[in-house]
């Protein structure tokens, strides 16, 4: 078997991995509906459970403080990730979606280009400021001290306390669309890869203002977020199967194919990569790519979050499962 299943927990609706987020002891989930609850991620004991209102349209998790925006609520609350007591809460426009925290600040708005953006000080949710006009956003990133935000063929970075314009990018191609996943994927520093259009991925650098393409495929993609572990940009694709390329050159470096659909997520350790697909079959493969190994986790299978240190949270149909993968 790949990996030890250290715990299992029954969430009694559907899992996705947008309605979870690690902190650095803890995993916070929305379950049962209408609570948010935090584990333990050794155990999967409960540290915590609160009534949150229906499906979250955000949770983040920084600075021993969770930040949630449920579906039916136009309120976003801050509680502290210690004890699940309520901290502050925020009123909001209607249909506000995307919540992304920084260590100072919490961004919400531009879902959909429904809402205005919005500035609210983490510690007392006190607000520091809002965009005069809606604006419509795919999910936003921190990156290097700012949060970067892309519509269309335009991707900027803003000063999260003051919401002023930092940067501007205008992009090869219109940006991959997807209601709860980003586009970008941080390298560095200065580095970000964009997954652009259907079947390419550009380069965004802080030293510049110019764009350079990175890679195009022969096959489309799926329109989330290109993996960045180990030193390899994976990208996954919509007919099933992935793509390693190579970060500085965009080469290609290995393909795998399994023959069924993958769901989203890397796990990487000192052995290689674990993929996992949607019917429930987790791959483990060398770092050239060579599949070595799979296993059934007999259950199907949304999301794989890679917690690092051998350790993964699998999202099936309806439970969370912490394994350990086996690093000998």
Not at 176 to 186: R, V
Not at 229 to 244: D, I, N, Q, S, W
Not at 250 to 275: I, N, R, Y
């Amino acid at each position: 078997m790949i990996g030890t299943t250290l715990w299992e927990r029954q969430l009694h609706q559907r899992g996705d991995a947008g309605a979870l987020a690690a902190g650095e002891d803890c995993v916070v989930v929305h379950e049962r509906h209408t609570r948010l609850v935090c584990l333990n991620r050794h155990d999967g004991s409960v540290r915590w459970d609160v009534p949150m209102g229906t499906w979250p349209r955000g949770v983040a998790v920084t600075d021993e403080r969770c930040l949630c925006l449920p579906q039916n609520s136009d309120q976003l609350s801050c509680v502290d990730l210690t004890t699940g007591s309520l901290m502050w809460r925020a009123g909001l426009r209607a249909y506000s979606g995307h919540v992304v925290a920084t260590p100072e600040t919490v961004i919400v708005g531009g879902w959909r280009g429904y809402t205005p953006m919005t500035g609210f000080n983490l510690d007392d949710g006190r607000l520091l400021w809002s965009t005069q006009r809606a604006t419509d956003t795919v999910l936003p990133v921190p990156w290097s001290g700012g949060v970067l935000l892309g519509s269309g063929t335009d991707a900027w970075l803003i000063d999260p306390r003051e919401g002023r314009e930092l940067a501007r990018w205008r992009l090869p191609e219109p940006l991959a669309w997807s209601d709860n996943h980003s586009p970008f994927t941080l390298i560095d520093h200065d580095r970000c890869l964009v997954l652009c259009g259907s079947r390419s991925v550009a380069v965004i650098r802080l030293s510049s203002d110019l764009v350079h393409p990175l890679f195009r495929h022969d096959a489309d993609l799926v329109t989330s977020a290109a993996e960045f572990t180990g030193g390899v940009v994976l990208l996954r694709e919509r007919r099933g199967g992935y793509v390693a390329v190579d970060p500085e050159d965009g080469s290609a470096l290995w393909k795998m194919d399994a023959g069924q659909p993958f769901a989203e997520g890397v796990g990487h350790d000192d052995k290689g990569f674990v993929l996992v697909s949607q019917p429930g079959v987790l791959f483990r493969l060398r770092p050239d790519g060579h599949l070595v190994e799979r296993s059934s986790l007999r259950s199907r299978v949304s999301a794989l979050v890679d917690l690092g240190m051998g350790e993964m949270i699998v999202v099936t149909k309806g439970t969370l499962r912490m394994i350990a993968v086996d690093t000998r």
